[in-house]
């Protein structure tokens, strides 16, 4: 292993180059690869009055400043995937930050299930501001009008906490749903059902 990397905890990477004596600052990151220089990067924004930086669009309003990603940290970093990261200034503070960690932030999820009697037969999965839904009455693709689909796109996802039993909640909830939409007189196809 390079002297350079200190250790390496799932896909978390912490670098160590001459970082260790610097306060690192944390905040939330997505990223973007530059046109200009194929690099990931980020960008933050600094509030005057209170020094607090947050992460923040390419395109906001308001001073920014850029945030590039180590090339040790480069391989675990993927697109519109928010990261809890750590950094330090550049050695021109003005330029921006460096990345010396990023880890996939991962929220709370929330099941809910609502049935109005040939109407409505819905699951949906909240966490931060995004909804995966099951809907067998009016889904139109797989990923959402079947428990199958819906369990592969949640499987997916990096950014859920305690993935396993969200997933494990999720079948409940939906079969619990599915079965009153069969005991509603509506039609299941056989890939619809899942065995768990």
Known sequence: MPHHLNKIVGEVL?????HSNM???KTKLKFIKSDRTESWVGFVSINTKTGYIKGVRE??????KVCIVTHEL?????????YDVQMVPMKNEKAGYIVVAAEPHAF???ITSTVVKNAVYLVEVKFGNKTIKY????????????ID????????????????????DFCKSANIVL??????????ATKKVLKK
């Open 14 to 18: 912490y670098v160590n180059k001459n």
């Open 23 to 25: 306060d690192k600052i």
């Open 59 to 64: 395109d906001a309003k308001g001073p920014k």
């Open 74 to 82: 480069e391989p675990i970093i993927e697109p519109n995937v928010l």
């Open 108 to 110: 709370d999820a929330r």
């Open 135 to 146: 809907d067998p009455l009016d889904g139109v693709k797989d990923s959402v009008r079947t």
């Open 149 to 168: 689909g819906v369990v592969d796109e949640l499987s997916k996802r990096k950014d859920i906490k305690n993935l396993l039993l969200v997933i494990d």
């Open 179 to 188: 079965t009153a939409f069969q005991n509603d007189g509506h039609y299941v």
